[in-house]
């Protein structure tokens, strides 16, 4: 059973789908979630709380969907391999940016007043704010731990398999900039992008190949 937390977000997440962030009422999430007013004042101190944690939140997700998408059974670990984990990071990318608002504008870091807005943006200069490094920070550093775990089955003797983990993650960044790129200006006709993304990445790199 979710929790009153869980229910509240779920409630806001569903009222942000159907009509822009300031037209968003708290007694209305309070009422679709079941629970009183005060209890949404009890767990995000207000609309800006609740707001922040929407956010945290549609980070996690996509975050969670890049573990799936690196994780995957039967998809090959090598990144040059047709189907290879960092095409379906790349793909997933632009799925979940399509999908959830809120995902397209933490990758894009393209903000409107339809959304509600990260913790520290829009507070005052130079505090931290949750955004495009930080969501691609956790990408390639979810890269470089499946990499690392994987290197030694294409990397020979295992010789180099730091080097090897570090330039495939570093592979699986410029995928999710790539992504980036078709999220902002899609290809037509509608269908091509993903197509033609996932052409790019199932090349095998000259290093890959030679190992």
Not at 126 to 142: F, K
Not at 147 to 169: P, T
Not at 185 to 210: H, I, N, Q
């Amino acid at each position: 059973m979710p929790t009153a937390r869980e229910s509240l977000l779920e409630a806001a997440g569903a009222a942000l789908a159907a009509r822009p962030w300031p037209a968003v009422r708290m007694i209305d999430v309070a009422a679709a979630a079941g629970v009183s007013r005060q209890t949404l004042y009890n767990e995000f101190a207000g609309k800006t709380g609740l707001g922040h944690a929407l956010v945290r939140r549609d980070a996690a997700w996509y975050l969670d969907g890049v573990d799936r998408a690196l994780s995957a059974p039967g998809v090959p670990v090598l990144p040059g391999a047709p189907g290879g984990r960092v095409a379906a990071v790349a793909e997933w990318t632009v799925r979940a940016g399509r999908e959830r608002p809120l995902v397209r504008a933490l990758l894009t870091g393209c903000w409107n007043g339809n959304l509600p807005v990260p913790a520290g943006r829009g507070v005052r200069p130079g505090l931290p704010a949750l955004g495009p490094d930080e969501l691609i920070r956790g990408v390639r550093e979810r890269a470089r731990a499946v990499f690392g775990a994987g290197v030694g089955a294409w990397d020979g003797a295992g010789s180099g398999a730091g080097d090897g983990a570090q330039e495939e993650a570093q592979r699986c960044e410029l995928a999710v900039r790539l992504a980036l790129s078709y999220l902002i200006a899609p290809a037509e006709p509608p269908g091509a992008d993903r197509a033609g993304l996932l052409r790019l990445l199932s090349g095998t790199s000259p290093r890959a190949a030679a190992r």
